[in-house]
Each structure stands twice: as C-alpha cells, then as structure tokens.
C-alpha cells in the first residue's frame, strides 16, 4: 500500500511562510490527483489545493494568490509553498492522493480521496 508522509509543518507569526512536502513511497503508478487539506480543532477537514495528474491546480478561495500546489514525480513528492500566512491557516495539513479520475469532479472534496498521509502541524500566530 503506498504511504504518504508531510514533513516542513512548524510555527511562524503572520505574514511568514512555509513550504509542505509530501512524500509518497510504495506506490508506482500515477495518481490522478493529489492534494492538501487542513483540519484546525473542532472544524472539518477542508480542501486547500488540490493539482491532477495533468498539472491542473485548484485552490478553495481562502488561499487562492497565497499558496501554490506543486509536484516533482521523479521525486514523488507533493509540495504546497504558503506565503503570507494567517492565524487563520493555522491546522494540521494532510496530503492526499487517489488513482481514480472520478476524484476530478470534486478535487477539494476529502471524502473523494483513498489515501492520507498522518499530517503537519502549521501554526501561525499574530
């Protein structure tokens, strides 16, 4: 089964930046989509960015001119660079990625994907 692993969460004040990796090992076929989300404590999980195998990107609005999604697939690695970041953002952040294209018609929806990395703590104070 592949494994997905975030790694470059940490605490920064308001209008710093961050860069998240996801690093995807076990697994040697192409996703169709990959993505981020965030939880933040007592909210539902919610999509951030999402990129498909094509490279197209979508963002929920929140973020949108902030963050960029990006992937290197001979590194099978997902990259989500925040700048400007907020109190607002302040969540754990989840990679995640599904093999089928039906995930297309909802990108940013987190029930579309199957697979999920643990998480990384962002958190941004004012």
């Known amino acids: 089964l592949p494994q997905l692993v975030e790694s470059g969460g940490d605490s920064v004040q308001t209008g710093g930046e961050l860069r998240l990796s996801c690093q995807v090992t076990?697994?040697?076929?192409?996703?169709?989509?990959m993505a981020w989300f965030r939880q933040a404590p007592g909210e539902e999980r919610e999509g951030v960015a999402a990129?498909?195998?094509?490279?197209?990107?979508t963002y929920a609005d929140s973020v949108k001119a902030r963050f960029t999604i990006s992937k290197d697939n001979a590194k099978a690695t997902l990259y989500l660079q925040m700048n400007n970041l907020k109190p607002e953002d302040t969540a754990m952040y989840y990679c995640?990625?599904?093999?089928?294209?039906?995930?297309?018609?909802?990108?940013?929806?987190?029930?579309?994907?199957?697979?999920w990395g643990q998480g990384t703590q962002v958190t941004v104070s004012s």
């Open positions: 995640a990625a599904d093999s089928r294209p039906l995930v297309a018609n909802r990108p940013l929806s987190a029930r579309e994907y199957t697979y």
């Open positions: 076990g697994y040697t076929y192409k996703w169709y989509c």
């Open positions: 990129i498909s195998s094509d490279g197209a990107t």
